[in-house]
T-cell receptor
Framework: DAKTTQPPSMDCAEGRAANLPCNHS???????VYWYRQIHSQGPQYIIH???NNETNEMASLIITEDRKSSTLILPHATLRDTAVYYC????????????FGTGTRLLVSP | GAVVSQHPSRVICKSGTSVKIECRSL??????MFWYRQFPKQSLMLMAT?????????EQGVEKDKFLINHASLTLSTLTVTSAHPEDSSFYIC???????????FGQGTRLTVV
């Protein structure tokens, strides 16, 4: 079972920051927070992951609360191509552990 | 990032026939591969996990005799849907993780339609 909860949908205006929340209150000490997104009829795309420090890459920023029970994915300047379903997943970073997807957040970026 | 390629991207088959879907890691060795199924407007559901050279581990409720998984090499895994039925029509997606890899990379998916 997925260990995360996300809002089912969010809207964002093009050019504005999209802030996607995720709750993972039962996260274990060795579990990372991963974010993937799925554009319609494509396979999921890795975005970013982190353990406890905030992370940033060319796609997004990940802000993890100090107690690690929630996180926020930030797309700083959303474009129409960012319209997708965004999945927040918690798992250990290595080994055999599988990725279990929840229902995700459907982000709609509008002009 | 690493590239995972699925083939075919779309396939239509008749009821009762079998169809094979290939998943290849193009620029890395995939020690672990995962197969997912996704119905319209639903999330991805993990079907099975396979390690190269080992038998696949199937999730509860997934029939291993119907969904045959072979992971014979470090760059190729196949999913064969046997005796396909219309209810097997779905979007099938594979992902692969390399040795010591921290994230899994996904193929583009295969849309199967059984008529």
């Amino acid at each position: 079972d997925a260990k995360t909860t996300q809002p089912p949908s969010m809207d964002c205006a093009e050019g504005r920051a999209a802030n996607l929340p995720c709750n993972h209150s039962t996260i274990s000490g060795n579990e990372y927070v991963y974010w993937y997104r799925q554009i319609h009829s494509q396979g999921p795309q890795y975005i970013i992951h982190g353990l406890k420090n905030n992370e940033t890459n060319e796609m997004a920023s990940l802000i993890i609360t100090e107690d690690r029970k929630s996180s926020t994915l930030i797309l700083p300047h959303a474009t129409l191509r960012d319209t997708a379903v965004y999945y927040c997943i918690v798992r250990v970073s290595t080994g055999f552990q599988k990725l279990v997807f929840g229902t995700g957040t459907r982000l709609l970026v509008s002009p | 990032g690493a590239v995972v390629s699925q083939h075919p991207s779309r396939v239509i088959c008749k009821s009762g026939t079998s169809v094979k879907i290939e998943c290849r890691s193009l620029d890395f060795q995939a020690t672990t591969m995962f197969w997912y199924r996704q119905f319209p407007k639903q999330s991805l559901m993990l079907m099975a996990t396979s390690n190269e050279g080992s038998k696949a581990t199937y999730e509860q409720g997934v029939e291993k005799d119907k969904f045959l998984i072979n992971h014979a090499s470090l760059t190729l895994s196949t999913l064969t849907v046997t005796s396909a039925h219309p209810e097997d029509s779905s979007f099938y997606i594979c992902s692969a993780r390399g040795v010591g890899g921290t994230e899994a990379f996904f193929g583009q998916g295969t849309r199967l339609t059984v008529v």
